[in-house]
């Protein structure tokens, strides 16, 4: 609609049709001898689906007759011209009570014709009050003609030529209805079921000019568009079926590319996608509305624009600090979408830093829903230049990983997928650091200098690059370890006079890093995770100062455990088996590995020292046990057979005793009671 303005202008000034004076003078103009008041009422008729213009124009000539040279000029004029929405139809004017001619010719806007009024001569101190009437029709969706008039919907110009202080424009309709202009100023009143809008301030010298939109939600052409488990709404105008198509379709094939492209699955927050005009009535070509969980766009059919406003769902003012930040990036996200899905991206216009109305971006402000700006018109193909000089030599796999982090808030200087618990909005400095850290982008510090930063902001840069480069050295120096918290919390945040302090702290403590990560892989062991993060997480001076001690001793910890394995591993011969078994080498090396697995490095050290002594005992002790058992078997068999003799002699001894007294004749007879000698 940006158009009809325009077209106004020249309209305007061939407003008034002032005829050749008597003396030929040249063409009169209204601020020349010509007042004009006018009040310009727009109704909606929702039945014959039209609006129904009538205009009340009160024309007075105020240009005096004027004598000289012997003769007088007299002013006065025979015509007026009114531009008119091209669709108009049956286009008529009456003054008292009689028809005037209207002659209706064509503009350079296709959306715009000009009705031209003839009256007879209307001359100084006379009035004349016209009444002009037509029919806005309108044109189907996607027409040049850009003037819409369907069932449940209306676009078109609301136009009042009065004189500041006298012009009135008016817009009726039923009250079910929404009401968007291209200005502000109208007032509303609702009465029985109609609405009248009412704008009595003009907007240029011509008067009051206004693209209006009418739309009743409730007669919508409704359908739903399914993308595996995702679903939404897609609402269009009733008699508009190739955009729901369009849309559809669209949607279908790109929301999985755009999943892919940010990193991050779809957040949801969007339930309806809607063809609306009233975007373009602010300046814009759509919007994402989060507090209505829907897209607006207007009835074209536009891939780009559709990825664009998708995108929002994860790039807004809710993930992002600055404007251009969520506004560049949705547009390089939606042009990567459209290249992979193959369609042709939208070409944007050329602005230059140096050119009238350039801005830092950074001073960009203010909120997709307001009214569009003159600043908007360099704000956004800005926002695009530069966020495509950041990110347009990505492969979809980096552009994913830092399209992702910023996203989720992430940290340039942590690792990646690392979300702090205060992660909040990523601000242009977060993305600046992202871009380099994560993107390896190297000219980034230049793109930001030239399209988004202040000079203050861009005095900024070179404290930056030389904490970064310290930062660097730092961070080669302490192997594969991240530099502690303390360090990535200063540069993350800026605070260079704070890093530059904390460096100064944590610098020693590298060579302490590197040597613990060199006794893992030269002992097979691994890093014990609670010494690593000590290091990592360290953030204040009490940690650093802590770690000058715990990291050597972590060190000499994994050696003295890997000491310890390496003996008890030795101990393979059966004696040593025998006696490590026994004095539980096996099940104390697993000890030892265990509390420094769990970082107690002190009372691994013990038990490794433990291990190692009980290691050296177990040769002799798996030896010496098989030796005394020797010697008990052999005791155990010396002692049976002393006992078999003494035995053998006890039997001996008896068998003597029992033969004597037959040697002697004795005899021993039983009896139950009593023995006697027999006779």
Known sequence: MTTLRRALGALAAAGVVAATLVVGAPVARAEQGLTVAATSRYVYDAEAQVVRATMTLDLSNVSPDRQSGGGVYTYFFQGYSVPIPQSSARVRAQSDGSRLDVRVGGTDDPSIALARITFPDLRYRQSRRIVLTYEIRGRAPRSTDSTRVGPGYATFVAYGPGDEGSNRVEVVAPSAMSFTSTVDGFEDETSGGVSTYTATRNTFDGGLWSVVSLRDPDQVRESTVRVEDLSFTLSAFPDDDLWSSFVSTTVRTGLPT????????????????????????????????????????????????????????????????????????????????????????????VVSRRGTGAVALNDWDGDAGSRSTDLETYAYPASYAAMKALLGSLDDQRFAAVVGAGIRGERAYDPPGTVTPSAGRTSWSDWLDLVETRGGVTTAPKVFTTWVLDGKQVALLAPRARERAAYSALDEADGAWLPPEGLRDALSSWDFDRSRAVRGEIAPLGAGAAAVQDAAQRTGLPVPAAVRQAYERASVDDDYRALGTSLPAAAAAITAVARARTRAAALDDPFSELGARLLEVPERTAHATALLADGRVAPAVAAAADVSHRAGWAPALGAALPAAALLLVAALGSAVVLAVRRSRRRAQSTRSIRTLPRVLGLTRSRSRNSATPSS
């Open 258 to 349: 755009l999943e892919t492209l940010v990193g991050n699955p779809w957040p949801g927050g969007l339930e309806q996608i809607r063809e609306d005009a009233s975007p373009s009535l602010r300046g814009y070509d759509g919007w994402f509305d989060p507090q209505g969980d829907e897209i607006v766009v207007g009835e074209q059919l536009d891939d780009d624009l559709i990825y664009h406003e998708l995108s929002h769902a994860w790039v807004s003012g809710d993930r992002f600090d600055q404007r251009w930040l969520y506004e560049g990036l949705a547009q390089v996200i939606a042009e990567r979408t459209v290249q992979r899905t193959g369609g042709r991206p939208t070409k944007h216009p």
